[in-house]
């Protein structure tokens, strides 16, 4: 199959002239219910809605369950499931090889907040673009239900043991670290979590989105703060999210006054309708008051977090040429001879400070 | 002693010698004598002593001599021993406010007031301390005959956009070599006489040369984490970037360099880039090398190319990290867990150096593996005469990659697959449009179109291909370099800096009456010339810098029926390879078989 393969008739297709089906991948080997299932779903439909060119999207993602997901999602994107934790530095190489692909990693909350929270926190301190989904259960569902960093104080596991030390909350770190989009959802409110993810895609720079993904096999049960049951009860969404690509000219009609525009560097809005209080995510102060009072109430506060399109990217920063560095010809990135010959003229005058000597 | 001896110079790490060693060292260069340059420094910035020796061989020997002749004492810390250590006829010139113990009258001890000399060269203390280094590189000068206007070009040349501190520094150095003219009685038979043997030389180090030659190679993504003895090629490489590889139009990065966090993430980013279709590579050490390995094998399973430059230094754990060793070969030979198998350049020269810069990535690329550069301390961070460096003829092989334009004319891609029976499979590149090129990289099992699979036949099929893969790569790595000595039963083999003590031991034992033919490795796996090579001699020495022996081990694997003459000769303190020791380690051996039947 091929992209200018014509869709099947009656199909809808979207801006690229794809199929919602041309998104799927192949099916999923995880358990039946599990919450990165639902994930998977959404990032297949994000990504048609928003006319993402398969090819030009690489997936990526550490060791677990959930990042064995981007196997089942974007079959025709090149795809690299590295080791665990892992995930953030080959997102780096790839994005400076390759700064026109769009790079949609998925990782787990073991993957991202235990194993790989050094590599984590420096790609975000790099603004390596990036959409950065973790799949956040709790615990670590591949290795059978051990507790990850993000398990809540008191959590249980299935034999009863409950967490004790305090979880790493990946968002507010994600704010602490300078990320310009953080965004926290739910496995089950697909409401949300398409528009975040579209909004994600237009992001230039890291976009971090916790999605919280009950695991039912190990952490769906009485006591764990992320089965299903847990989740639905204290989800406290902080606003309605529409998103409102520059390619559609929708009409979103709310009142005036009930919401909040976030213009994407491209055009896109994201609209946010006020609930009961009116949040503000370009305010990383209330961010965190908000994420730590939730906490201390035993809340979910899922929505748009936080977002800043003025940060610089990392490809902006390292002051990149605009050329993809891996299809430079060998006339770019091979100097001409003469440079060879200034340098060794230097060697040979001694003009050169010779890197040994003594101290 | 005309033109064959070494200068020892003891000073306090962070003191500022640098610039007058290598001024001595380039004013002999510049009178045509060939030297090197060995700085012996320890792990720390400034306070420590530190060490920098000048062989000056008109012979051209380039190693380390185990024998100081003239020595300059500036350190109180370590000048009893320092005096101490040198040998009956040697040459002393030590500061005049330093305690030494008595120094036997076979000595020649020549006292320099070179604070006093200082006085009238600047009033400016601090300067003062840095500068009266100068005072001993005069008074060296006008000791063994060092032209005094080669010193100032050697000084012009490192000073000359900085004019108030040259003409300090040549002040300084007149004081001493005035000084020493009008109150020194010359007694010590070194000398250094002028010769036309460098014409057209460079100094180098091999860390310099191989950030050129990574440069060279069209690099474009490098990620690292700084580590002695490594850090000072990615640091010339990153001095070679800013200054030649920006965009002529807008001046905008045609590179990038990432330091990473450390150097897990630094071999990650590396793959990263690699997949993508860079040619992206990193330099570390011991340490940084170990913590890579889990991605090593991900790069050999996955079939990524890579390419890392392992300086070596003194192990295990940090061990000794300012000193030279080799010994990261067998650990690099298969550094992953499972079966794991890497191919190695083993650059023996700084001129080598240069070459594997850029041809590292063209066998990495070809191999589609992480291929390792074995450099060491001695060779990377030490000073080294050399030819200047041949610019690349040719232009480079990006190995088995399909594009669009391939890919339309076939029927199916299979990224594991073997279709052209060398072991060695296509790739494409993310970004590619056509579907039939999408393909997911995993470290877990895969069959030959990249499947996830468990079955067994699949995943032993990967994994015969890829032994077969470095079967191959045999042959394709740079082959081993060969002095046939006509009917020599003795063999010696060796590898990377070690070379230049060989080859002047080969020197020794002809003289001992031992004849000895050559081979260097310059690459794993072992081409097939060095297992003939082993079986051509009746006893084979193999000299390396590591405790075990580890080249000789995988040489006694590979030709099992001439495991019993394969020997050992190592040399493993921390010091640069010597050709004394690999002289008396081969005539202990011969000594002890001769008259043994053969
Ligand atoms: C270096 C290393 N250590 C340990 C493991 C074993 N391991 C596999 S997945 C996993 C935890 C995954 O947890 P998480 O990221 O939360 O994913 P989930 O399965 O919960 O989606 C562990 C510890 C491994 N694959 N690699
Ligand atoms: S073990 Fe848990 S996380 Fe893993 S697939 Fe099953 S439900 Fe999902
Ligand atoms: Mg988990």
């Known amino acids: 199959m091929s992209a200018t393969t014509p869709p099947p008739a009656g199909q809808p297709t979207n801006r690229v002239g794809l199929t919602r089906a041309d998104y799927d991948g192949s099916r999923t080997t995880l358990c039946p219910g599990c919450g990165h299932n639902a994930?998977?779903?959404?990032?297949?439909?994000?990504?048609?809605?928003?006319?993402?060119?398969?090819?030009?999207?690489?997936?990526?993602?550490?060791?677990?369950?959930?990042?064995?997901?981007?196997?089942?999602?974007?079959?025709?994107?090149?795809?690299?499931?590295?080791?665990?934790?892992?995930?953030?530095?080959?997102?780096?190489?790839?994005?400076?090889?390759?700064?026109?692909?769009?790079?949609?990693?998925?990782?787990?909350?073991?993957?991202?907040?235990?194993?790989?929270?050094?590599?984590?926190?420096?790609?975000?301190?790099?603004?390596?673009?990036?959409?950065?989904?973790?799949?956040?259960?709790?615990?670590?569902?591949?290795?059978?239900?051990?507790?990850?960093?993000?398990?809540?104080?008191?959590?249980?596991?299935?034999?009863?043991?409950?967490?004790?030390?305090?979880?790493?909350?990946?968002?507010?770190?994600?704010?602490?670290?300078?990320?310009?989009?953080?965004?926290?959802?739910?496995?089950?409110?697909?409401?949300?979590?398409?528009?975040?993810?579209?909004?994600?895609?237009?992001?230039?720079?890291?976009?971090?989105?916790?999605?919280?993904?009950?695991?039912?096999?190990?952490?769906?049960?009485?006591?764990?703060?992320?089965?299903?049951?847990?989740?639905?009860?204290?989800d406290a969404p902080l606003h309605d999210i529409e998103y409102v690509p520059y390619f559609e000219d929708i009409a979103v009609d709310y009142e005036p006054g009930t919401t909040r525009d976030v213009t994407m560097p491209d055009g896109s809005r994201i609209v946010l309708k006020k609930l009961e209080v009116d949040y503000d995510p370009t305010d990383a102060d209330r961010a965190w008051t908000v994420i730590r009072q939730a906490r201390a109430e035993g809340r979910l506060i899922t929505g748009l977090l936080y977002v800043n399109q003025k940060t610089q990217a990392f490809d902006v920063e390292r002051d990149m040429v605009d050329a993809p560095l891996a299809s430079l010809p060998l006339e770019t990135v091979r100097p001409p001879r003469a440079v060879l010959d200034e340098v060794m003229r230097a060697y040979l005058d001694g003009a050169v400070a010779a890197a040994a000597g003594g101290g | 002693m005309v033109n064959d001896f070494s200068i020892h110079v003891a000073t306090v790490n962070g003191s500022g010698s640098q610039t007058a060693n290598n001024v001595l060292l380039r004013a002999i260069l510049q009178m045509g004598v060939p030297v090197s340059g060995k700085n012996l420094f320890p792990s720390n910035i400034a306070g420590l002593p530190t060490w920098?020796?000048?062989?000056?061989?008109?012979?051209?020997?380039?190693?380390?001599?185990?024998?100081?002749?003239?020595?300059?004492?500036?350190?109180?810390?370590?000048?009893?021993?320092?005096?101490?250590?040198?040998?009956?006829?040697?040459?002393?010139?030590?500061?005049?406010?330093?305690?030494?113990?008595?120094?036997?009258?076979?000595?020649?001890?020549?006292?320099?007031?070179?604070?006093?000399?200082?006085?009238?060269?600047?009033?400016?203390?601090?300067?003062?301390?840095?500068?009266?280094?100068?005072?001993?590189?005069?008074?060296?000068?006008?000791?063994?005959?060092?032209?005094?206007?080669?010193?100032?070009?050697?000084?012009?040349?490192?000073?000359?956009?900085?004019?108030?501190?040259?003409?300090?520094?040549?002040?300084?150095?007149?004081?001493?070599?005035?000084?020493?003219?009008?109150?020194?009685?010359?007694?010590?038979?070194?000398?250094?006489?002028?010769?036309?043997?460098?014409?057209?030389?460079?100094?180098?180090?091999?860390n310099s040369a191989a950030g050129l030659g990574t440069m060279f190679g069209g690099v474009t993504v490098v990620s690292w984490y700084p580590i002695t003895p490594s850090s000072s090629l990615v640091e010339s490489l990153i001095g070679f970037l800013e200054r030649f590889r920006r965009d002529p139009k807008d001046g905008r990065r045609t590179y990038a360099v990432v330091q990473a966090e450390d150097e897990i993430a630094a071999i990650g980013m590396v793959l990263g880039a690699s997949w993508a279709g860079a040619r992206a590579m990193t330099a570390t050490s011991g340490p940084g090398f170990s913590l890579m390995a889990e991605f090593f094998g991900y790069g050999y399973y996955a079939e990524i190319p890579a390419v890392v430059w392992d300086v070596q230094r003194v192990g295990p754990s940090t061990g000794l990290p300012t000193r030279t060793a080799q010994g990261d070969l067998a650990f690099a030979w298969s550094i992953s867990h499972g079966d794991t198998q890497f191919p190695v350049l083993l650059p023996g020269s700084v001129h080598e150096c240069f070459e594997f810069g850029y041809r590292a990535f063209d066998l990495a690329e070809r191999l589609q593996c992480p291929l390792f550069v074995l450099s060491d301390l001695d060779l990377g961070m030490n000073n080294w005469m050399s030819e200047p460096f041949v610019y690349p003829e040719q232009a480079w092989d990006r190995g088995k990659v399909l594009g669009d334009a391939e890919l339309a004319g076939l029927a199916k891609f299979e990224r594991y697959a073997d279709p052209d029976g060398d072991a060695i499979p296509y790739r494409t590149l993310p970004g590619t449009k056509d579907w039939k090129g999408t393909y997911f990289t995993r470290g877990s099992g895969h069959d030959e179109a990249a499947r996830y699979t468990e079955n067994p036949a699949a995943y032993v099929k990967v994994m015969e291909r890829l032994k077969q893969k470095m079967a191959n790569a045999r042959e394709l790595m740079p082959a081993p370099e060969v002095r046939e000595a006509q009917g020599a039963e003795v063999g010696i083999i060796a590898y990377g800096s070690s070379h230049w003590a060989v080859i002047e031991a080969l020197d020794q034992l002809a003289a001992a009456g031992v004849k000895a033919s050559y081979l260097r490795v310059r690459a794993l796996p072992l081409a097939a010339a060095v297992h003939d090579f082993t079986r051509r001699h009746a006893r084979v020495y193999v000299v390396e810098q590591n405790r075990d022996g580890q080249l000789g081990d995988r040489l006694r694997a590979e030709v099992s029926e001439c495991a019993a003459r394969v020997r050992p000769v190592l040399h493993y303190m921390g010091l640069p390879l010597d050709a004394q020791t690999v002289t008396d380690g081969v005539l202990a051996h011969e000594r002890a078989t001769e008259g043994a039947p053969r």
């Open chain 1, 39 to 234: 994930i998977t779903g959404g990032i297949i439909q994000a990504a048609w809605e928003a006319g993402l060119e398969p090819h030009r999207v690489a997936k990526l993602s550490g060791i677990g369950c959930s990042s064995k997901t981007p196997t089942y999602f974007l079959g025709h994107s090149h795809g690299f499931n590295a080791v665990h934790g892992r995930m953030p530095s080959i997102a780096t190489g790839v994005h400076a090889a390759n700064r026109e692909l769009t790079l949609l990693g998925v990782s787990g909350d073991g993957d991202t907040a235990s194993i790989g929270i050094g590599q984590f926190m420096h790609l975000v301190r790099r603004n390596v673009p990036v959409v950065y989904i973790v799949e956040n259960n709790g615990v670590y569902g591949l290795t059978k239900g051990q507790f990850s960093a993000t398990a809540d104080v008191g959590s249980t596991r299935k034999g009863g043991e409950a967490s004790r030390l305090n979880p790493i909350d990946l968002c507010a770190l994600a704010i602490e670290l300078g990320c310009g989009f953080v965004a926290r959802s739910f496995s089950g409110d697909q409401k949300q979590l398409r528009p975040l993810l579209k909004a994600a895609f237009g992001h230039r720079g890291t976009a971090v989105i916790d999605v919280i993904s009950p695991c039912v096999t190990f952490a769906d049960h009485e006591g764990s703060t992320k089965s299903y049951a847990a989740v639905k009860e204290h």
């Open chain 2, 52 to 206: 920098f020796t000048i062989r000056v061989s008109e012979a051209g020997y380039l190693a380390r001599r185990a024998r100081n002749d003239v020595l300059v004492v500036m350190n109180p810390e370590t000048a009893a021993g320092d005096v101490a250590a040198m040998g009956p006829g040697s040459a002393i010139v030590i500061n005049d406010t330093l305690e030494v113990p008595d120094v036997p009258a076979d000595r020649f001890v020549y006292r320099v007031p070179m604070g006093k000399l200082m006085e009238p060269v600047t009033t400016d203390v601090k300067l003062r301390r840095l500068v009266v280094n100068m005072i001993y590189v005069g008074v060296v000068a006008q000791l063994l005959g060092i032209e005094l206007q080669e010193i100032d070009r050697a000084l012009q040349a490192q000073l000359g956009r900085k004019p108030r501190a040259l003409a300090l520094n040549q002040a300084a150095v007149r004081a001493g070599a005035q000084w020493a003219d009008a109150n020194l009685q010359k007694a010590d038979p070194y000398r250094v006489e002028r010769r036309d043997l460098t014409a057209g030389r460079i100094l180098i180090d091999g």
